[in-house]
């Protein structure tokens, strides 16, 4: 049996405009940016904020077609996932399906930051969008 979730890695926020939150986190919750990136292959452009051991991850829509402009269409701007840190993601993703747990992700993709990702659906979570991601090198 593989090792469980070990933290909360980051907590997924969506919204419309980094550029026109940055100031709340950074300003207002005195917030280390930690630095910021586009992930294509996910629509996505990422701000990573320092938060203890944790970080908040702000993820701004690369089109009116990516997956978080669809969320925000839906649902508005706001808490748009839970990341779980772990190790050995496959091994991890094998033995949740064999628990009946349906994923978005059957393979890990790539993430943000080097790390490997895959999502639960929120079906299997009672609504709650889970992210699994593991880095090369943990924290």
């Not at 993601?89 to 009946?100: M, P, S, T």
């Amino acid at each position: 049996m593989t090792e469980k979730a070990r933290r909360i890695d980051h907590i997924g926020i969506a919204v419309t405009s980094i550029k026109e939150v940055l100031p709340f986190y950074v300003g207002s919750l005195k917030l280390q940016l930690l630095g910021m990136e586009e992930v294509p292959s996910q629509g996505v452009k990422i701000a990573f904020l320092k938060l203890g051991e944790s970080k908040i991850e702000l993820l701004e829509p690369l089109s009116a077609e990516s997956p978080i402009a669809k969320f925000i269409k839906k649902r508005g701007e706001g808490i748009h996932h839970i990341a779980l840190g772990v190790q050995n993601i496959e091994e991890r993703i094998a033995e949740i399906k064999e628990n009946g747990v349906e994923m978005i992700n059957e393979k890990p993709v790539p993430g943000a930051n080097g790390m490997k990702v895959a999502f639960l659906h929120p079906r299997s979570a009672r609504g709650v969008l889970y992210e699994y991601c593991e880095k090369d090198d943990p924290q």
